[in-house]
Structure formats: C-alpha cells, structure tokens
C-alpha cells in the first residue's frame, strides 16, 4: 500500500468524510508529474519511492488537497502512516486533517496534529 493508494481512495469517499468537494493542491505537481521522475523499485515491481538526489528537487507541498465542508475551505495531508507526517516535516499550521491507512501517533508524547482530527481510512484492495 503507498500513497497513491490513498489518493484513489480519498477521491472516490471524500464525501463519506462530510465534504462536499476536494480539489489537490496545484502546487503539488512533482508527483503528479511523476513519469518525468526516476522512480525507484523493488524487484516486484513495488514502488520505494525517489533517489536520495531527487528529493528536495520536487518541493514537499503541503496539503495534498482542499476539502470544501458547506463553503468552508480545509488543508488535508495523506500520509500512509500518520509518523510520515513529522517525517516529511510538514507544517501543522496548514493542516486541518490527517488522512492514514496507519494511526501510529499514539508513540510520540506531542504529536502536532489533534488526535480527533487524524482520519483512519480502511484499506481495501477494491478502491
């Protein structure tokens, strides 16, 4: 399971999580781009993720999307596992939800997202 999985299923529930309407962060383009970037693989064919000498080239933009609950506009990040987002070092203060397939904030004392406001989504192969 990676991210994109994530995003495949965030696109097609985002309204069983009460928004009315999401739009990705234009900003975020080095990985929607990401024919034009040299991916790395396990010999499966599962996806790694970027060569050490990639990253930082693509900006970490944050959020992944807007979400849209009756006219209000919310920062939402999509990480696999919820530590990803101290990882990435991802601002706080423009995050309004953490979407996950993982809930592992539980092992940091201050983690920087509320709780009640991190969104564990069940993964199905079927998204």
Same mark, same amino acid.
């Given at each position: ?11 097609? !529930?985002?309204?069983?999580?009460? $928004? ?8 975020? !383009? ?35 999307? $807007? ?14 596992? @919820?530590? !990803? $987002?101290?990882?990435?070092?991802? !601002? ?12 592992? @904030? ?22």
């Amino acid at each position: 399971m990676i991210e994109k999985d994530l995003e495949k299923w965030f696109e097609k !529930n985002y309204k069983t999580l009460g $928004f009315d309407k999401i739009e990705p962060n234009k900003k975020y !383009n080095w990985q929607m781009q990401e024919d034009s970037l040299k991916r790395l693989y396990l010999p499966g064919g599962q996806f790694m993720g970027y060569p050490y000498w990639l990253k930082g080239k693509g900006e970490m933009i944050c959020p992944d999307y $807007f979400g849209y609950k009756k006219g209000k506009k919310y920062g939402i990040e999509l990480e696999v596992k @919820s530590s !990803n $987002f101290i990882a990435h070092k991802h !601002n706080p203060e423009i995050v309004d939800f953490l979407l996950v397939f993982e809930d592992d @904030s539980k092992k940091f004392k201050d983690f920087p997202i509320p709780r009640r406001r991190i969104i564990k989504c069940q993964y199905s192969d079927k998204i």
